[in-house]
T-cell receptor, first 114, second 109 residues
Framework: IAGITQAPTSQILAAGRRMTLRCTQD?????MYWYRQDLGLGLRLIHY???????GKGEVPDGYSVSRANTDDFPLTLASAVPSQTSVYFC?????????????FGSGTRLTVV | GQNIDQPTEMTATEGAIVQINCTYQ??????LFWYQQHAGEAPTFLSY??LDGLEEKGRFSSFLSRSKGYSYLLLKELQMKDSASYLC??????????WGAGTKLIIKP
């Protein structure tokens, strides 16, 4: 693989179920991010990690959790899914938060909570 | 609060020039980014401005005025493949990206 891999590509999930979205990068980037993208809204940051072993909350963290056990992996967990979490989720990475070429994005996970 | 404004949608003709504007109000400024996003795909990096002025990269140019909180993306010699959404993002004082909702650009033959 080259870049960022997200899985699954799409998922239909029953409300109340637990779900983990996977994100793996092979660029050895220190910083990783989870965004959600909804129609008419900009990308909104859910959680981020500036380096392995650390995480932080973004703009819309409620209902989501993350872990960063190593450099490559940054899974996003929905503990008990609700319909308002229906969205497209993008994982992104950057060598450092102040890079001039911005972030590299994964191809996204389209999640529908019913 | 932090806010980034872009037009929702624009239409242009193949071969023409189009300018997509972005205005911002953020807590701090550490650079402005433009990304391109084709429907159903991930955003891809186009340009970065941190100082006032024009940055040119092939058919695409990006301009920044920090005093006015304003940027534009200029696309020349439009091609059908340029049909996409264009996202403006500002890196704030915490080095987080604040994103606009994007401008959907429709190219007509």
């Amino acid at each position: 693989i080259a870049g960022i891999t997200q899985a699954p590509t799409s998922q239909i999930l029953a409300a109340g179920r637990r779900m983990t979205l996977r994100c793996t990068q092979d660029m050895r980037h220190n910083a990783m991010y989870w965004y959600r993208q909804d129609l008419g809204l900009g990308l909104r940051l859910i959680h981020y990690s500036n380096t392995a072993g650390t995480t932080g909350k973004g703009e819309v963290p409620d209902g989501y959790s993350v872990s960063r056990a190593n450099t490559d992996d940054f899974p996003l967990t929905l503990a008990s899914a609700v319909p308002s979490q229906t969205s497209v989720y993008f994982c992104a990475s950057s060598d450092s938060p102040d890079r001039v070429d911005g972030y590299t994005f994964g191809s996204g996970t389209r999640l529908t909570v019913v | 609060g932090q806010n980034i404004d872009q037009p929702t949608e624009m239409t242009a003709t193949e071969g023409a020039i189009v300018q997509i504007n972005c205005t911002y109000q953020t807590s701090g400024f550490n650079g402005l980014f433009w990304y391109q996003q084709h429907a159903g795909e991930a955003p891809t990096f186009l340009s970065y401005n941190v100082l006032d002025g024009l940055e040119e990269k092939g058919r695409f140019s990006s301009f920044l005025s920090r005093s006015k909180g304003y940027s534009y993306l200029l696309l020349k010699e439009l091609q059908m493949k340029d049909s996409a959404s264009y996202l403006c993002a500002v890196r704030d004082s915490n080095y987080q990206l604040i994103w606009g909702a994007g401008t959907k650009l429709i190219i007509k033959p």
